[in-house]
């Protein structure tokens, strides 16, 4: 079945420590997004990618890195930057068949750092 | 910046009676789409609907459909017979303008549905 996958569901790390989360698609999808949710916040975008090599910072960009090595992959690193981490973070990938541009998003990460 | 605004923080309806969801946006495209994702308490997103702007006639899917009004750029969701599985959050969500292809998502409203 091809979908989008993110792991693990669950990840706790230690402040100071940076952590990846990880996130695959097998939709063969150009595009791929990052967005942390908070309570009450809704959905921020951390960074996109439109194509392979290439990435952009979205609304909520420090403390955050990202790769696109591949397109399957777009994995985010969450730096010890970033003051306040601990959130619920979402990986989608964009269908952009007769230009829709369609999320299709991963069950997400929760973090938490302590 | 743009915006979109669901001004609902919280709603609630009486299993299989119908309620609707609001959402305005601000968008300079001329033609694009909406969309209403749905996040049921596992947290995954799931697209309930989508709408072309330059479509007349309000998209429905099964029990779900729009109210779509362009020039007033106000895109509401009805939900008829509704269901105890319907309880979630829904996101209302537009491109963001200039040629991008992001979307911005509104800050969702809460739906509890009550037996």
């Known amino acids: 079945d091809g979908g989008i996958t993110q792991s693990p569901k669950y990840l706790f790390r230690k402040e100071g420590q940076n952590v990846t989360l990880s996130c695959e698609q097998n939709l063969n999808h150009d595009a791929m997004y990052w967005y942390r949710q908070d309570p009450g916040q809704g959905l921020r975008l951390i960074y996109y990618?439109?194509?392979?090599?290439?990435?952009q910072k979205g609304d909520i960009a420090e403390g955050y890195s990202v790769s696109r090595e591949k397109k399957e992959s777009f994995p985010l690193t969450v730096t010890s930057a970033q003051k306040n981490p601990t959130a619920f973070y979402l990986c989608a990938s964009d269908n952009r068949a007769g230009g829709i541009y369609e999320q299709y998003f991963g069950p997400g990460t929760r973090l938490t750092v302590t | 910046a743009q915006t979109v605004t669901q001004s609902q923080p919280e709603m609630s309806v009486q299993e299989a009676e119908t309620v609707t969801l609001s959402c305005t946006y601000d968008t300079s495209e001329s033609d694009y789409y909406l969309f209403w994702y749905k996040q049921p308490p596992s947290r995954q997103m799931i697209l309930v609907i989508r709408q072309e702007a330059y479509k007349q006639q309000n998209a429905t899917e099964n029990r779900f459909s729009v109210n779509f009004q362009k020039a007033a750029k106000s895109f509401s969701l009805k939900i008829s017979d509704s269901q105890l599985g319907d309880a979630a959050m829904y996101f209302c969500?537009?491109?963001?303008?200039?040629?991008?292809?992001?979307?911005?998502f509104g800050k969702g409203t809460k739906l509890t549905v009550n037996p």
């Open positions: 990618s439109q194509i392979v090599n290439d990435f």
């Open positions: 969500a537009c491109p963001l303008a200039g040629g991008s292809e992001k979307l911005v």
